[in-house]
């Protein structure tokens, strides 16, 4: 892959005033002594040799958008680190898949056009999908992680049907893809290109096959993909997409559903690509709002200034990642809520993955769900 200037300079990187005022609010920064985004930046500018950036910890970066909103020059750093891993190649020895790579595994075999998949098993007869319809449910890789993440006491597939029973309770019956692919979202954050728009085809053709309308997605990650990388690479989609959400702080508008338990006490974690990427702040509060009996306390950091969830696309997970999750966690604490409510499958499991360290388990006295868990275990 060549250094391609004209993209670069259309992140602006070129305009860098070397202020680091990046560095002084990233996450990962905070804890490392070696990682700086500044000095990545002037780095690649300076000379245009992958060899140049040895070492740089490139994928540590969690593409969380923090250093954009501080960037006096307007520059876009997680374009532009999207484009320098691009450039540098995912098998650079910086890269680290985590978990052995069994993840970036999974999502490469996905890669193969004729793969037919077991993924529907979850849906009993309690939940009501159907073949064909405006609405189409996007699960993202559930399936998978609810296998992979099973000893971190996470049950990701619960996201999934907690999904579907709200949707049943609005009266939709959601289509379910059966051979749905990963979105792709990690291949194209972690630069592989190529693979991303191989899943991205696949997916594109069996969403409009389908006849959907309207494309809702639990995972904040499939949302960004679908709705901005997917128009970017492919032009209109012919449908819409919202996450759960932004549907739900709609539909819900004028419902108020009761507690089953008296009272509960409540923060929410802001996920990055809902967040800061996509500027969804309120529509989870707005869903959070209509549970009568539950207080939202907010952290120390939430809406722009949230803190990420510490690993992003399963790369380069380290003590540094421990420590902001461990960060993140107390700032939770802090705010005395029963729950800490995020509405990213990841950010749950990796928050989940942080409290195998027992002296911080000790510490923490809150359970950690879901948006889409806590509403549909309040409904009758
Ligand atoms: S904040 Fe922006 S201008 Fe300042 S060093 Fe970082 S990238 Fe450069
Ligand atoms: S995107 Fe986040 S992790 Fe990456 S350099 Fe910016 S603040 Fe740091
Ligand atoms: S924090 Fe996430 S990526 Fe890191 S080991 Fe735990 S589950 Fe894996």
């Not at 969690?62 to 891993?85: K, V």
């Not at 009993?124 to 189409?136: C, I, R, V």
């Amino acid at each position: 892959m060549e250094f391609n200037i004209k993209q670069i300079q259309e992140t602006n990187a070129f305009a860098c005033l070397e202020c680091g005022k990046c560095t002084g609010v990233c996450p990962v920064a905070r804890h490392s002594k070696t990682f700086s985004p500044r000095s990545i930046l002037i780095k690649s500018i300076r000379n245009s040799h992958p060899d140049a950036l040895k070492g740089s910890d490139l994928w540590s970066c969690l593409t969380c958008q923090q250093c954009d909103t501080i960037c006096p020059s307007h520059i876009r750093y997680i374009d532009f680190m999207q484009l320098i891993r691009q450039f540098v190649g995912v098998t650079n020895q910086d890269a680290t898949c985590s978990h052995g790579g069994i993840v970036d595994s999974i999502l490469k075999i996905m890669t193969t056009p004729n793969l037919q998949q077991q993924r529907m098993d979850w849906i009993t007869k309690d939940y009501q999908t159907t073949a064909s319809g405006d609405y189409l449910y996007f699960v993202g890789c559930l399936p998978y992680y609810d296998v992979l993440f099973s000893s971190l006491e996470v049950h990701p597939l619960n996201i999934a049907r907690s999904t579907i029973k709200i949707l049943n309770y609005l009266d939709i019956q959601p289509q379910v893809l059966p051979n749905e692919k990963c979105c792709g979202h990690d291949f194209y954050w972690n630069g592989d290109l190529k693979n991303f728009k191989i899943l991205a085809e696949q997916n594109l053709e069996q969403i409009r096959n389908s006849g959907a309308k309207q494309v809702i997605t639990a995972c904040p990650e499939c949302y960004r993909t679908l709705k901005v990388e997917y128009a970017k690479f492919f032009g209109k989609t012919g449908f819409e997409v919202q996450h759960i959400s932004e549907f739900l702080a709609v539909r819900l508008k004028d419902k108020h559903i009761p507690l089953k338990t008296e009272k509960l006490s409540a923060c929410y974690h802001d996920p990055c690509r809902l967040g800061r990427h996509l500027g969804i702040y309120d529509a989870p509060r707005g869903v959070l709002s209509k549970l009568s009996g539950l207080t939202l306390n907010e952290m120390a950091h939430h809406h722009q200034r949230a803190i990420c969830c510490g690993v992003t696309g399963w790369m380069n997970c380290s003590q540094i990642s421990k420590q902001i999750q461990t960060h993140r966690l107390r700032e939770a604490q802090a705010t005395g809520s029963d729950i800490l409510i995020t509405s990213c499958p990841k950010c749950q499991i990796h928050f989940q993955c942080a409290l195998l360290d027992k002296q911080l388990k000790e510490e923490i006295h809150f359970t950690i769900k879901d948006l889409v868990e806590v509403v549909a275990e309040n409904l009758n």
